[in-house]
């Protein structure tokens, strides 16, 4: 039987990488649904699955995750075109307007905390300016995490099915910190860290959804890609031009030695979502973080981290989701 997949952000970075990794894996049997939010560049990622992967089965849908309306508009046309739904990766993110704080960064390289550091993101160098969307909402939250509940709830026809399990994958971050994240303030309204909140969220969400949906056969994974230079991370030192990462990458691949997570590589990064895919849902530790790493060799590999989630936290955010999507 062929396996459907859905994946968000599929034109560039870690998702186009993804859809590529899944045609290598198996050309013939898999029906991929690319959703994006810009028809040209995902015709454009099409055209480049289908010139390695000619007798590929991959289709498109318009859907912008910050948008309701667009949301509730892809999942129609996606419940119309299969009756059933295997994988649902939930991979579109943004990291709008970040503020890299220079200072802090060379504190941290002079600290303890020098590794976490390079490994999350983390120590205080990272914040963002968020917007809020047409529908009221914050953009984060609404594009990493809400607008990725709302498919979820309106593909459960197609998702939960007696006698066959589907997975939801999500895409977080080793960004993802608690502290960034109040039950009081979910869609980060008041803090300076609204990517790092929207991270943990997922985390939080995937482990409710476990409570709530496993006994219908739908099972939720997070993974974490490691740090990769896409276009998200492009955009953090936006006076830095591409030429200049790739001057740093002999750099980043000695950091690597220190720290797995340097992944750097889209083709990388992709590395735990399609290791996900080959797994039995049933085997999966729903508290765990699935984390793509690469040794300083360059070998791959997946590793499992156990996740920072608390079940009552969990339980408070799919409530309060639930009550912002009525
Ligand atoms: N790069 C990294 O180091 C890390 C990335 N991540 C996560 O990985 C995921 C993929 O990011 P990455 O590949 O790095 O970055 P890219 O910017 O290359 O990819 C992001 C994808 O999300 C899409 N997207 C953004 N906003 C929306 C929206 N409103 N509706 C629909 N699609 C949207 C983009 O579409 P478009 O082409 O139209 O812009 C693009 O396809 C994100 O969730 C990110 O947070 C997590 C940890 C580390
Ligand atoms: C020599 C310097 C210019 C090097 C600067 C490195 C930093 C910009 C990066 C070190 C660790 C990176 C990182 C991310 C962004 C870029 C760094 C801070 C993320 C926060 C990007 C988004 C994520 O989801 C997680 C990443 C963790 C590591």
Request: overall charge neutral.
């Amino acid at each position: 039987m062929t396996k459907v997949i859905l994946v968000t952000g599929a034109s560039s970075g870690i998702g186009l990488a993804l859809c590529e990794r899944l045609l290598s894996h198996d050309p013939e049997g898999l029906q991929l649904c690319l959703a994006c939010r810009d028809v040209q560049r995902a015709r454009d990622a099409r055209a480049a699955l289908l010139a390695s992967h000619p007798t590929a089965h991959v289709t498109l849908v318009q859907m912008d995750t910050s948008s309701v309306s667009s949301v509730i508009g892809a999942a129609q046309e996606v419940k119309r075109r299969y009756n059933r739904l295997d994988f649902l990766y939930l991979n579109a993110g943004i990291m709008p307007n970040p503020h890299f704080d220079v200072k802090a960064f060379f504190r941290g390289l002079f600290s303890s905390r020098i590794v976490t550091m390079f490994a999350t993101g983390g120590g205080g160098i990272l914040t963002q300016e968020d917007r809020v969307t047409a529908d009221g909402l914050q953009e984060i939250f609404m594009t990493n995490l809400f607008g990725h509940f709302l498919l979820i709830r309106e593909l459960e026809p197609i998702l939960c099915h007696a006698g066959l399990t589907s997975q939801l994958i999500w895409t977080s971050s080793s960004n993802a910190h608690p502290s960034a994240f109040s039950v009081d303030d979910i869609q980060h309204r008041r803090g300076t860290q609204p990517y790092s909140s929207s991270k943990y969220a997922c985390d939080l969400l995937s482990l409710a959804l476990n409570t709530h949906y496993n006994k219908q056969g739908l099972y939720s994974s997070v993974t974490c890609p490691g740090f990769v230079m896409t276009s998200l991370t492009y955009g953090i030192l936006p006076f830095f031009p591409p030429f200049l990462w790739t001057l740093l990458m002999p750099l980043f691949w000695l950091i690597r030695i220190l720290t797995n997570t340097f992944t750097l590589t889209p083709y990388n990064g992709a590395e735990a979502l399609l290791w996900l895919f080959k797994q039995q849902p049933e085997s999966l530790d729903p508290q765990a973080k699935y984390q793509s790493s690469t040794s300083g060799l360059g070998k791959n590999y997946t590793q499992p981290r156990k996740m920072d989630v608390d079940l009552h936290m969990s339980e408070v955010l799919i409530l309060s989701v639930k009550c912002c999507s009525l």
